[in-house]
Protein backbone atom coordinates (compact mmCIF):
# COMPACT_ATOMS: atom_id res chain seq x y z
CA UNK A 1 0.00 0.00 0.00
CA UNK A 2 1.14 3.53 -0.73
CA UNK A 3 2.04 6.10 2.40
CA UNK A 4 0.06 8.75 2.78
CA UNK A 5 2.14 11.37 1.96
CA UNK A 6 1.55 12.82 -2.01
CA UNK A 7 0.04 16.43 -1.59
CA UNK A 8 -2.15 17.78 -4.32
CA UNK A 9 -2.96 21.48 -5.37
CA UNK A 10 -5.12 21.87 -3.02
CA UNK A 11 -3.27 21.24 0.14
CA UNK A 12 -4.89 17.74 0.46
CA UNK A 13 -2.52 14.41 1.59
CA UNK A 14 -3.53 11.51 -0.44
CA UNK A 15 -2.04 7.88 -0.78
CA UNK A 16 -1.42 7.55 -4.46
CA UNK A 17 1.46 4.91 -6.03
CA UNK A 18 2.86 7.68 -8.47
CA UNK A 19 5.64 9.41 -7.33
CA UNK A 20 6.36 12.93 -7.58
CA UNK A 21 9.32 15.32 -9.05
CA UNK A 22 9.72 17.18 -5.51
CA UNK A 23 9.79 16.27 -1.82
CA UNK A 24 9.06 18.59 1.22
CA UNK A 25 7.55 18.92 4.64
CA UNK A 26 5.47 20.91 6.94
CA UNK A 27 7.72 21.89 9.73
CA UNK A 28 8.09 18.17 11.68
CA UNK A 29 6.28 14.93 12.31
CA UNK A 30 2.87 14.17 11.12
CA UNK A 31 3.55 10.34 11.22
CA UNK A 32 2.84 7.51 13.50
CA UNK A 33 5.60 4.71 14.23
CA UNK A 34 3.64 2.81 11.52
CA UNK A 35 3.96 5.35 9.01
CA UNK A 36 0.38 6.64 8.85
CA UNK A 37 -0.59 10.32 9.78
CA UNK A 38 -2.28 11.67 12.65
CA UNK A 39 -5.14 14.18 12.47
CA UNK A 40 -2.31 16.88 12.12
CA UNK A 41 -2.05 18.00 8.61
CA UNK A 42 1.25 21.01 9.67
CA UNK A 43 3.73 20.69 12.43
CA UNK A 44 4.48 24.50 12.13
CA UNK A 45 3.54 27.44 9.18
CA UNK A 46 7.14 26.49 7.52
CA UNK A 47 5.70 24.47 4.55
CA UNK A 48 8.58 24.16 2.27
CA UNK A 49 9.79 22.42 -0.69
CA UNK A 50 12.85 20.46 -1.73
CA UNK A 51 14.88 18.92 -4.26
CA UNK A 52 14.70 14.95 -4.30
CA UNK A 53 18.15 14.24 -3.94
CA UNK A 54 20.77 16.67 -2.42
CA UNK A 55 24.50 16.17 -1.39
CA UNK A 56 23.86 12.00 -1.51
CA UNK A 57 21.58 12.26 1.47
CA UNK A 58 19.84 8.64 2.45
CA UNK A 59 16.43 9.11 3.86
CA UNK A 60 13.51 6.44 5.30
CA UNK A 61 10.34 7.69 4.77
CA UNK A 62 8.57 8.56 7.95
CA UNK A 63 10.80 7.21 10.04
CA UNK A 64 10.49 7.19 14.05
CA UNK A 65 12.00 10.55 14.79
CA UNK A 66 12.14 12.49 11.38
CA UNK A 67 9.71 14.93 10.03
CA UNK A 68 7.18 13.69 7.11
CA UNK A 69 8.27 13.66 3.86
CA UNK A 70 5.74 15.17 1.14
CA UNK A 71 5.96 14.86 -2.47
CA UNK A 72 4.63 17.04 -4.95
CA UNK A 73 4.11 16.18 -8.82
CA UNK A 74 5.89 19.31 -9.12
CA UNK A 75 7.11 22.58 -7.93
CA UNK A 76 3.59 24.24 -9.31
CA UNK A 77 1.42 22.23 -7.50
CA UNK A 78 3.46 22.77 -4.43
CA UNK A 79 2.98 26.19 -4.61
CA UNK A 80 -0.54 25.83 -5.10
CA UNK A 81 -0.69 23.94 -1.93
CA UNK A 82 1.21 27.04 -0.29
CA UNK A 83 4.80 25.58 0.14
CA UNK A 84 7.69 27.43 -0.65
CA UNK A 85 10.99 26.49 -2.02
CA UNK A 86 13.69 25.34 1.17
CA UNK A 87 16.28 28.00 1.85
CA UNK A 88 18.88 24.81 2.11
CA UNK A 89 18.74 22.39 -0.95
CA UNK A 90 17.06 24.92 -3.12
CA UNK A 91 19.31 28.11 -2.11
CA UNK A 92 18.96 29.81 -5.57
CA UNK A 93 15.20 29.54 -5.88
CA UNK A 94 14.70 30.13 -2.25
CA UNK A 95 16.54 33.71 -3.08
CA UNK A 96 15.09 34.34 -5.76
CA UNK A 97 11.53 33.63 -4.85
CA UNK A 98 12.13 36.18 -1.82
CA UNK A 99 13.12 38.86 -3.66
CA UNK A 100 10.52 38.94 -5.64
CA UNK A 101 8.42 38.61 -2.39
CA UNK A 102 10.09 41.32 -1.48
CA UNK A 103 10.06 43.16 -4.81
CA UNK A 104 5.85 42.41 -5.59
CA UNK A 105 5.24 45.26 -2.61
CA UNK A 106 8.28 47.94 -3.71
CA UNK A 107 10.91 46.69 -1.33
CA UNK A 108 14.39 46.53 -1.90
CA UNK A 109 16.41 42.79 -1.21
CA UNK A 110 14.86 39.91 0.17
CA UNK A 111 12.03 39.19 2.35
CA UNK A 112 11.89 37.16 5.74
CA UNK A 113 11.06 33.95 6.22
CA UNK A 114 8.85 34.24 9.46
CA UNK A 115 7.10 36.73 7.03
CA UNK A 116 6.36 34.76 4.35
CA UNK A 117 5.48 31.56 6.09
CA UNK A 118 3.00 34.12 8.52
CA UNK A 119 1.28 35.32 4.88
CA UNK A 120 0.96 31.99 3.74
CA UNK A 121 -0.10 30.44 6.51
CA UNK A 122 -3.26 33.14 6.46
CA UNK A 123 -3.65 33.05 2.82
CA UNK A 124 -3.91 28.93 2.39
CA UNK A 125 -6.41 27.39 4.80
CA UNK A 126 -10.04 29.10 5.77
CA UNK A 127 -10.83 28.22 9.22
CA UNK A 128 -11.86 24.45 8.72
CA UNK A 129 -8.77 23.53 7.60
CA UNK A 130 -10.16 23.56 3.63
CA UNK A 131 -8.12 25.02 0.94
CA UNK A 132 -8.83 29.16 0.56
CA UNK A 133 -9.31 29.80 -2.86
CA UNK A 134 -9.91 33.82 -3.78
CA UNK A 135 -11.27 35.42 -7.52
CA UNK A 136 -8.51 36.91 -9.60
CA UNK A 137 -9.47 37.95 -13.26
CA UNK A 138 -8.48 34.54 -15.24
CA UNK A 139 -6.82 36.61 -18.78
CA UNK A 140 -4.48 38.45 -16.14
CA UNK A 141 -3.12 35.02 -14.19
CA UNK A 142 0.42 34.04 -14.56
CA UNK A 143 1.27 31.03 -15.77
CA UNK A 144 1.88 28.31 -13.14
CA UNK A 145 -1.30 29.42 -11.09
CA UNK A 146 -3.96 26.78 -10.11
CA UNK A 147 -7.41 27.74 -10.42
CA UNK A 148 -10.29 25.57 -10.30
CA UNK A 149 -12.50 24.40 -13.43
CA UNK A 150 -15.30 22.50 -13.55
CA UNK A 151 -14.64 21.95 -9.61
CA UNK A 152 -11.10 20.05 -10.35
CA UNK A 153 -7.79 21.77 -10.20
CA UNK A 154 -6.57 23.27 -13.33
CA UNK A 155 -2.75 24.90 -14.30
CA UNK A 156 -2.87 28.53 -16.38
CA UNK A 157 0.02 27.62 -18.61
CA UNK A 158 -0.62 29.97 -22.21
CA UNK A 159 -3.97 30.44 -23.63
CA UNK A 160 -4.88 26.74 -21.78
CA UNK A 161 -6.19 25.31 -18.42
CA UNK A 162 -4.33 21.91 -17.96
CA UNK A 163 -6.19 19.05 -15.29
CA UNK A 164 -4.23 17.99 -12.36
CA UNK A 165 -3.66 14.50 -11.75
CA UNK A 166 -1.22 12.68 -9.70
CA UNK A 167 0.46 10.93 -12.56
CA UNK A 168 0.58 13.73 -14.66
CA UNK A 169 -2.01 16.56 -16.58
CA UNK A 170 -4.12 14.78 -17.94
CA UNK A 171 -6.26 17.08 -20.88
CA UNK A 172 -6.22 20.47 -21.57
CA UNK A 173 -9.23 23.33 -22.64
CA UNK A 174 -8.89 26.84 -23.62
CA UNK A 175 -8.18 29.64 -20.66
CA UNK A 176 -11.23 31.59 -21.28
CA UNK A 177 -10.71 35.15 -22.22
CA UNK A 178 -12.61 37.32 -19.55
CA UNK A 179 -14.33 36.86 -16.24
CA UNK A 180 -13.07 35.80 -12.76
CA UNK A 181 -11.33 32.43 -11.86
CA UNK A 182 -10.70 30.67 -8.31
CA UNK A 183 -7.51 30.81 -7.70
CA UNK A 184 -5.96 28.07 -5.28
CA UNK A 185 -3.04 28.95 -5.40
CA UNK A 186 -2.07 32.01 -2.69
CA UNK A 187 -2.68 35.54 -3.47
CA UNK A 188 0.89 36.52 -2.54
CA UNK A 189 1.92 33.81 -4.66
CA UNK A 190 0.75 34.71 -7.28
CA UNK A 191 2.30 37.63 -6.86
CA UNK A 192 6.08 35.90 -7.08
CA UNK A 193 4.37 34.24 -10.23
CA UNK A 194 3.63 37.58 -11.91
CA UNK A 195 7.17 39.01 -11.25
CA UNK A 196 8.62 36.00 -13.19
CA UNK A 197 9.42 32.79 -10.99
CA UNK A 198 9.18 30.38 -13.41
CA UNK A 199 8.17 27.07 -11.29
CA UNK A 200 9.28 23.67 -12.79
CA UNK A 201 6.16 22.01 -14.06
CA UNK A 202 5.82 18.12 -15.06
CA UNK A 203 7.06 16.58 -17.99
CA UNK A 204 2.89 16.79 -19.13
CA UNK A 205 2.67 20.33 -19.32
CA UNK A 206 5.50 20.49 -21.27
CA UNK A 207 4.25 18.34 -23.91
CA UNK A 208 0.91 20.37 -23.90
CA UNK A 209 2.63 23.89 -23.97
CA UNK A 210 4.27 22.41 -27.27
CA UNK A 211 1.26 21.36 -28.74
CA UNK A 212 -0.64 24.64 -28.43
CA UNK A 213 -0.99 26.49 -31.47
Known amino acids: ?3 QNRVTPLGEIVATPERGTFMGNRGGRMHRPDRTLTR ?7 WITCRLAFKERQRTLMSPRSYTELFFLDEATALAAGHRPCAECRRGDFNRFMTLWARQQGREGRAYVAEVDDVLHAERLAADRSKRPHP ?15 GAPH ?12 AGYESAVA ?20 MGYAPALHATARDFAQAQP
Open 1 to 3: MPL
Open 136 to 150: HRIDTLPDGTFVLHD
Open 175 to 194: RPASGSANVVTPRHIVGVLA
Open 155 to 166: LVLGSHLLRWSA
Open 40 to 46: RRWASKA
